[in-house]
């Protein structure tokens, strides 16, 4: 399986961001897709994830501004990020697990900053 993010950049404060994570391999409807972050000098953390049933699940901290959604189509996983904050600022990972082993992808950096 390989995960392949894409779409971070830099944005100012208030401003919209779209990640992808195109996956290929062993990844079907059923795989849960996450993405998560990781800010320099702290641990990676679970921003939002989308279960096979279609349920998702968000961070305290982006719930109202991100959004989570998956084409099984073209097996991409996106996050829809508005309101940014520099405090978003972080490299941006997806990951699967497919109910046999888990995927990490190799991340993309986003910088929220004016």
């Known amino acids: 399986v390989q995960l392949q993010a894409s779409g971070g950049g830099l944005v100012q404060p208030g401003g919209s961001l779209r990640l992808s994570c195109a996956a290929s391999?062993?990844?079907?409807?059923?795989?849960?897709m996450r993405w998560y972050r990781q800010a320099p000098g702290k641990q990676r953390e679970l921003v939002a994830g989308m279960a096979s049933g279609g349920s998702t699940n968000y961070a305290d901290s982006v719930k109202g501004r991100f959004t989570i959604s998956r084409d099984n189509a073209k097996n991409t996983v996106y996050l829809q990020m508005t309101s940014l904050k520099p405090e978003d600022t972080a490299v941006y990972y997806c990951y699967a697990y497919n109910g046999q082993s888990y995927y990490w992808g190799q991340g993309t950096q986003v910088t929220v900053s004016s």
């Open positions: 391999g062993r990844i079907n409807s059923n795989t849960h």
